[in-house]
């Protein structure tokens, strides 16, 4: 696998930000009532990530690193006013169901997050990969969300009547109460799958890799108790 | 030498109730309200009560086998969770709502947390809730005699007139097991006598909400309007949620002082929902919301140990 696939393979499968790193939680619990809402989200933010990381990684020489965090927003906030403006011009449906949330995606954690942690360490063709991802990642997230509340919670996926005519929504799963339940269990499943595949290659997937604790381990399979098992030992794979 | 004392840890008193048994008795102490939500609402209501505690064992054997865990329906807890559920339940609801509210009492909120013990807020009242949320129209539809009317609860935020002594004895439309307050409050006393529940909580909740009210009816120069107190007192689910569901063992606080305290957040928080708030009733609400403070009110309110300074 070569490091722009790899890039793309990290984003949206082994550190994807909604399911794994548990990154920018506003957005996807508030958006994602419906699947046009969730899709619409995520590829706003991948654009707005793309561009911030090509940006910030052509100007990772220039930007002193005092000073970085600042400069990192000026640059995000310029890209997301620019898509702002660009998404009341052409699609004010979007623009007006978004609503509060575009402007947010300036404090977004994923994006300030690969900035920080990639973008501002390798070169520009590199971070485009990163950001599209990352960006992908995110968006598979917000709209796998968003399929499952709209379709539970108002019996229709992009707008298109799935369930029979008798069926009964179930109003909670499209406020706020239903994001967090249909997060859970998507994340359950994964864990699921991930713990299957590891069993499967003779891997022990509780096995903690990190001795400087569980900040920014992308396991999500052990819950913190392996690093309290492990601390201050060697751990051997 | 022959070791003559046996030593062992505490607890070395131990009390004849189980969990089984503390269970039935509640469920005894319940059944007056539930033969008169059957007797004043018909078969529909007996059926939807059997449907309810059926799909709530059914629901906890199902997931304790699936994850290969001890089957504990001895305990009668998933039975009783079913029988509360069922008697915060309009009688005309549609069958397959009391599957899924089982679902979520007994898995979503008391399996997945742990089980029996670990839950953090009442089961059956956060089924409830989510209930109320996603299917408002079904769960806030009352009929009476084939008539759909308002609750007497509802009548009173209109500013209508309601009929205390038929409150008090449930001849009114609600759900299938608050509408008798006469049964609900002998239930509640025979489990008080019988040691089951302490009195603290229920006392304290119904007298801060009683107060409250009273103030209310003052300030709003109703003058000591004995009526409209009553008609609070016996309307909705109060005495169903102050003697059956704010004493739930595991999600009330379990220190004497923290009890009061408890009682009085649950009183303020019930007359700020009926008088201030969007619906008729607050009940459900006040106590899921209070059961998420319970951990704090035992940690402020840790009883000094014997001896310590103060």
């Known amino acids: 696998m070569n490091r722009t696939t790899e890039r793309l393979y990290n984003g949206i499968v082994k550190e994807n930000p909604t399911f794994v790193q548990m990154l920018g939680m506003c957005p ?120 499952f509340r709209e379709l539970f919670g108002n019996g229709t996926v992009f707008n298109v009547r799935i369930m029979p005519e008798q069926y009964e929504p179930v109003t909670i799963l499209i406020l706020a109460p239903g994001a967090f339940f249909v997060l859970a269990c998507l994340i359950a499943a994964q864990n699921k799958i991930r713990m299957q595949r590891a069993e499967k290659k003779g891997e022990n997937s509780l096995v903690c890799e990190r001795k400087d604790g569980c900040i920014g381990c992308t396991n999500t399979l052990c819950g913190g108790r392996e690093f309290e098992g492990t601390q201050g030992k060697e751990v051997s794979k | ?114 089980g029996l013990g670990q839950n953090f807020m009442n089961p059956a009242l956060g089924a409830r809730c989510f209930l109320l949320i996603s299917f408002t129209g079904h769960m806030t539809s009352f009929s009476y005699d084939a008539v759909t009317t308002a609750t007497p609860l509802a009548e009173l935020k209109t500013g209508g007139s309601v009929d205390v002594m038929s409150m008090a004895l449930g001849t009114i439309p609600g759900t299938i097991g608050e509408t008798c307050a006469v049964a609900l409050i002998l239930g509640g006393l025979f489990l ?77 928080l019930t007359f700020l929902f009926r008088v201030f708030g969007a619906s008729a009733e607050g009940v459900s609400y006040a106590i899921i919301i209070g059961n998420l403070v319970v951990p704090l009110l035992e940690r402020i309110t840790i009883p000094k140990a014997f001896g310590k300074e103060a």
């Open chain 1, 28 to 147: 996807t619990m508030a958006v994602t009532t419906s699947a046009v809402n969730g899709l619409g989200m995520g590829l706003t933010t991948t654009v707005i990530l793309i561009l911030s990381n090509m940006m910030i990684s052509a100007l990772r020489k220039v930007i002193p690193d005092k000073v970085r965090i600042p400069a990192y927003i000026v640059i995000v906030a310029s890209f997301v006013t620019i898509i702002q403006f660009l998404l009341e011009g052409f699609v004010p449906s979007l623009y007006d169901s978004l609503g509060i949330y575009i402007p947010l995606i300036v404090v977004n954690c994923i994006i300030l997050g690969r900035a920080e942690s990639y973008a501002s360490k390798n070169n520009v063709w590199l971070s485009m990969f990163d950001g599209i991802g990352m960006g992908l990642g995110f968006t598979i997230g917000l709209t796998s969300i968003g399929i």
């Open chain 2, 1 to 114: 030498m022959e070791q003559r004392m046996k030593i062992s840890s505490s607890p070395h008193i131990r009390d004849k109730e189980s969990t089984g048994s503390i269970m039935r008795q509640v469920m005894v102490a319940l059944l007056p309200a539930a033969f008169f939500g059957i007797y004043n609402f018909g078969m529909r209501a007996l059926l939807i009560t059997l449907l309810t505690i059926v799909c709530s064992i059914g629901w906890e054997a199902g997931y304790q086998k699936l994850l290969g865990r001890r089957i504990t329906l001895r305990d009668g807890s998933a039975a009783l969770t079913g029988l509360l559920l069922a008697m915060n339940l309009p009688p005309d609801v549609p069958f397959w709502l009391p599957v899924i509210g089982s679902f979520f009492a007994i898995i979503v909120v008391k399996q997945l947390f742990g």
């Open chain 2, 192 to 268: 008080m006598a019988r040691g089951i529940i302490d009195y603290r909580i229920p006392i304290s909740y119904l007298g801060t909400f009683a107060g409250l009210i009273l103030l209310y009816a003052l300030a709003a120069g109703r003058g000591l309007d004995v009526s409209f107190l009553l008609a609070h007192l016996f309307g909705g689910g109060l005495m169903l949620g102050a003697f059956f569901m704010a004493t739930d063992y595991v999600t009330s606080p379990i220190t004497p002082a923290g009890r009061i305290w408890f009682g009085i957040l649950l009183g303020m």
